[in-house]
């Protein structure tokens, strides 16, 4: 099976992969497919990622969706990969922010046709 | 009211009216196979070519041109996967991978369907508008038309693409040169230097033709060759037309967001196909094949596509504002012609309004039908390369250059905009801008001397409709500065929906290639200069006459030197490392990740100063040519020119076979010589004649 992750150079971001690879819900066989979330971000290279989540050596790949936005990009990605389920980061949205601003995360959440699962960085507010 | 819409139809009717409308359908369907063209080179060619017509077959010509356009512009996406323009190159991801699949004939049928149902829903969208707005545009005074003029340039600076402050100096830059000439109020010549020439003003073709064509043929006159072979036409078209109609959903949404993108000036055919590729994405439930030819990726962009033209006309014709930069040159020609597009065209001209909406909507159709029978032989016409293309279109583009007031000085400036196109292009400038401010530096002018003169002191200012116009112009810029002030904080993803090609893509083109070099910080200093200087002479112009231009000044140095402050500010800032946002696992990862990230960096930018200065010779060595065409012209006149400058041209510069370069300039010379005969084409003469 394939896990699929929203991926950022943010904590929640790292925090997401981080549960992708060694959290309670991983299991140390599968796919990891790394996709760029945020637009305008440069892909990660596999090897750096494997250096910085040694967990994941071996069986990490990083791979850009064919459409526009990041949002859609994840869930087809997550699609195209049958995948088991896609890991996501949360950062704080003020009221006024979750109002004003669209979100990503919202958008994957809403998207996706797997299960998704959200995490938060260590010490964010109900972390 | 419907009966000024059949007897419209009616009109339509009279053979000479419908020999202008096909002359302008397989003209805009041959525009639409040249990559690179689109539909704003579609009527600068088109367009001189009207100038001795009545405004009826003028109209016709330059509609179904219009219309059509972004029909054939597929072909090019589909077969060889090179756009035939941008706004073709949403078609291009899902089209160009299913055409790869041997279903080309499927993609293009898909595609035509739409274009052409875009294509009629817009008509249908602009015959609507009349109704609802008529009341609406007749209960505008000069105050609200005012208001709408500031409207409109502002709006196309802050929604074209790219930075807001950039759109903005375009806009004022514009608005500028609109105001060359002698002023409306008090008869003074403004910014002319003493010249007789210029006290008429710049000529609206030689600005167009200038900033978009030259420019365009520059910086394109360096790709070579398409490398590729095209993609056999393949598949049943049968397939395709059934497909088609169970998407029928997609192809009404697209239409619908191509006309609400052509109704906002400054949104054009691009951003109006990627907003509708964008919603066909996020609707979808199966994203899977989407980039893998998925059908709803072809019809809902080409539908738009289509329609966004249709959306350009309804600000255009009922308010006067172009809504886009091939609307604006419609809206400088009916000028020409007396009519004063806004509340009299509702009032006096509404047959006029008709024939534009039965035009468009034939054209659409009759496009699309032409596309069906003549894609398999019109292919072959889009691998041409357009270095070879190149002189045929400069010769045509000053040849119309030169028709609106019979002079070579117009020639000399179209050659002198062309640069300056250029470089607005190669350092992201958007170009819209300019050109609507070009054209709406007069109309803005007069309204105001109206509105000050009518109302007593600020009395103006509280009337319902400009308050309304008001809130508009302030909100955008509200949320501009929100955005900005959000994305000041770190937090880059804002998370709006924003469909832009991946950008490996996007890189390819000229566009925005010098953004950030020394090349924008001298465009910046340039218009900084600029404005300056008109301030300084505008010191000298009679009280009523200066307020314009000052006010322009004034705006015009605040935006660039915010544009400069911005271009500056990285500068002083050598390299500041940002520092690694890594705050839990592996610092020590963190950093090198970071580090070889700017050494991609740094390879990255060497590859592309070598591209820019490959550009940068190549445009440099195009406009060359094109000066010492005009010298040319001035000595021995046009056809003598033409003659001398094509073959040397294209041997030396488009580097083609010799048979090559004597069949085109033999072609060349012929039609010129017809041209007169058929259509009211002037030659410049000489000074051997």
Redesign the interface.
Do not use: L, N
């Given at each position: 099976m394939t896990v699929v992750v929203a991926y950022?150079?943010?904590?929640p971001g790292?925090?997401a992969v981080?549960t992708a690879a060694t959290g309670e819900w991983a299991r140390a066989d599968e796919r990891v497919v790394l996709v760029p979330?945020?637009?305008?971000?440069?892909c990660?290279?596999v090897a750096?990622v494997e250096?910085?989540?040694p967990a994941l050596a071996g069986r990490v790949e990083v791979v850009?969706?064919?459409?526009?936005?990041?949002?859609?990009a994840v869930?087809?990605v997550a699609?195209?990969h049958d995948a088991r389920m896609v890991v996501l980061g949360l950062r704080h949205r003020s009221a006024v922010g979750k109002l004003?601003?669209?979100?990503?995360?919202?958008?994957i959440l809403l998207?996706a046709?797997c299960p998704v699962l959200t995490v938060k960085?260590?010490g964010a507010p109900g972390a | 009211m419907t009966d000024a819409a059949f007897s419209a139809l009616a009109s339509l009717a009279d053979p000479s009216l419908l020999i202008m409308l096909v002359v302008g359908v397989l003209a805009g369907l041959v525009i639409g196979l040249i990559p690179g063209l689109g539909g704003t080179g579609a009527v600068a060619i088109l367009l001189p070519v009207t100038f001795g017509m009545d405004p009826e077959p003028a109209l016709a010509m330059l509609i179904g041109a219009l219309a059509v356009v972004h029909t054939s512009d597929t072909v090019a996406a589909v077969l060889l996967g090179a756009p035939g323009s941008a706004s073709a190159s949403v078609t291009m991801l899902d089209g160009y991978s299913m055409a790869r699949r041997g279903q080309a004939k499927r993609a293009l049928s898909l595609a035509f369907l739409s274009s052409m149902a875009g294509g009629l829903i817009g008509a249908v969208g602009l015959t609507l508008a009349i109704p609802l707005a008529r009341p609406l545009v007749l209960s505008f005074g000069s105050p609200e038309l005012f208001m709408l003029t500031i409207l409109g340039v502002s709006l196309a600076a802050v929604l074209s693409r790219g930075n807001v402050v950039k759109g903005l100096t375009a806009g004022f830059l514009g608005l500028l040169l609109g105001l060359v000439g002698s002023s409306p109020t008090t008869a003074e010549e403004r910014f002319s230097f003493g010249s007789l020439f210029l006290s008429d003003g710049v000529s609206l073709v030689a600005v167009a033709l200038g900033v978009f064509g030259l420019a365009e043929i520059a910086s394109r006159v360096g790709q070579r060759k398409v490398t590729e072979e095209p993609v056999t036409l393949t598949g049943g078209w049968a397939s395709g037309i059934r497909e088609w109609l169970t998407h029928w959903t997609q192809v009404v949404r697209g239409a619908l967001i191509g006309i609400w993108a052509g109704v906002l000036p400054g949104v054009g055919a691009t951003a109006g196909t990627w907003l509708a590729y964008g919603q066909a994405v996020a609707t979808a439930k199966d994203k899977r094949k989407f980039g893998k030819g998925d059908p709803r990726g072809i019809v809902g962009p080409e539908s738009a596509n289509n329609s966004v033209e249709a959306g350009d006309l309804i600000p255009t014709f009922l308010f006067g504002i172009p809504g886009g930069v091939p609307s604006a040159m419609l809206l400088g020609m009916l000028l020409t012609y007396g009519i004063q597009p806004g509340p009299s065209i509702v009032s006096e001209h509404l047959d006029l309004m008709y024939l534009i909406i039965w035009a468009f909507a034939i054209a659409s159709v009759a496009g699309a039908f032409l596309c069906f029978l003549a894609t398999g032989s019109l292919a072959r016409l889009t691998k041409v390369p357009f270095a070879v293309l190149g002189p045929g279109l400069l010769v045509v583009m000053l040849l119309g250059a030169f028709q609106e007031g019979g002079q070579l000085g117009d020639l000399w400036v179209m050659v002198a905009l062309g640069v300056v196109g250029f470089f607005l292009k190669a350092t992201g400038m958007p170009r819209a801008p300019f050109l609507i401010g070009f054209v709406l530096a007069i109309p803005m002018e007069r309204y105001y001397y109206l509105t000050t003169n009518l109302y007593d002191g600020a009395g103006w200012m509280t009337r319902p409709g400009v308050l309304a116009f008001a809130a508009v112009l302030v909100l955008p810029v509200l949320w501009s500065l929100l955005r900005k002030a959000r994305t000041a904080t770190g937090r880059a993803d804002d998370g709006h929906r924003d469909e832009h090609p991946v950008e490996e893509r996007a890189e390819v083109d000229l566009e925005g290639s010098m953004a950030g070099t020394p090349w924008s910080l001298g465009v910046a200093a340039v218009a900084a200069a600029v404005f300056a200087g008109a301030l300084w002479m505008s010191g000298s112009f009679s009280e009523e006459a200066a307020l314009m231009p000052r006010l322009v000044a004034v705006g015009g140095l605040v935006t660039a030197g915010l544009l400069l402050w911005q271009e500056l500010r990285p500068r002083f800032q050598p390299q500041a490392d940002p520092e690694p946002t890594v705050h839990d696992e592996a610092p020590s990862g963190g950093s090198t990740l970071v580090a070889t990230r700017v050494e991609q960096r740094t390879v990255a930018q060497e590859a592309r100063a070598a591209v820019r200065n490959r550009d940068l010779a190549i445009g440099a060595r195009t406009f060359a040519a094109m000066a010492t065409f005009l010298v040319l012209v001035m000595v021995g006149g046009y056809l003598a020119a033409t003659l001398v400058f094509t073959p040397v041209f294209l041997l030396y510069v488009a580097r083609t076979r010799p048979r090559t370069a004597v069949v085109h300039t033999l072609v060349l010379g012929l039609v010129l010589l017809s041209l007169p005969s058929l259509l009211p084409v002037e030659l410049p003469l000489g000074a051997l004649q």
């Open positions: 950022a150079d943010t904590p790292q925090r981080a979330a945020v637009r305008g971000e440069q990660p290279d750096e250096r910085r989540w850009r969706g064919d459409v526009g936005d990041p949002g859609d869930v087809q699609q195209r004003v601003f669209g979100s990503t995360a919202q958008r998207g046709t960085p260590d | -």
